[in-house]
């Protein structure tokens, strides 16, 4: 894992970000849901929204033939984003992880928790990130910008 430095105020009437430590990363992971993977592409990063897990510290992506399920066949490194926000109040938190994709075999390491896909589509595949990398931030309660 990679120290995320503190991150500095920044300018402006707003609180200031504060960085999340790693077991407050993993909170934030183990809840599940949806978030963003992050892929090399031509020209510019793939972007796709997936429906993930925290399965013995990785993250678990439900997912079909296509883009995801060969960067995993590959061994494609990945990014992964997940966040929450509260845009009465102006706070939020964002959790990134870093790390390499791989296809998740259930006849070799065993039955996933179920990630049940939201899109339509046969989505019969699963994807692990290593965690090699993990940071987040937030913004808490404070003055905001009114």
């Known amino acids: 894992m990679v120290a995320v430095e503190n991150e500095q105020p920044m300018s402006g009437s707003g609180p200031e970000i504060q960085t999340l430590t790693r077991s407050e990363c993993l909170l934030r992971l183990e809840h599940g849901g949806v978030g963003r993977i992050a892929l090399a592409g031509q020209g510019a990063p793939v972007l796709r929204p997936v429906n993930f897990a925290l399965h013995e510290g990785r993250v678990l992506i439900r997912t079909g033939e296509g883009t995801i399920l060969a960067s995993a066949n590959r061994g494609d490194p990945a990014s992964f984003e997940i966040d929450g926000l509260d845009a009465l109040e102006h706070t939020g938190w964002s959790v990134v992880v870093v790390g390499k994709l791989a296809e998740y075999r259930e006849d070799r390491e065993g039955p ?5 896909a939201w899109a339509s589509g046969v989505k ?14 937030s913004i808490p309660a404070g003055r905001g910008n009114r």
């Open 112 to 116: 996933a928790p179920a990630v049940r």
């Open 124 to 137: 019969d595949r699963l994807v692990v990130i290593e965690i090699d990398e993990l940071s987040g931030m």
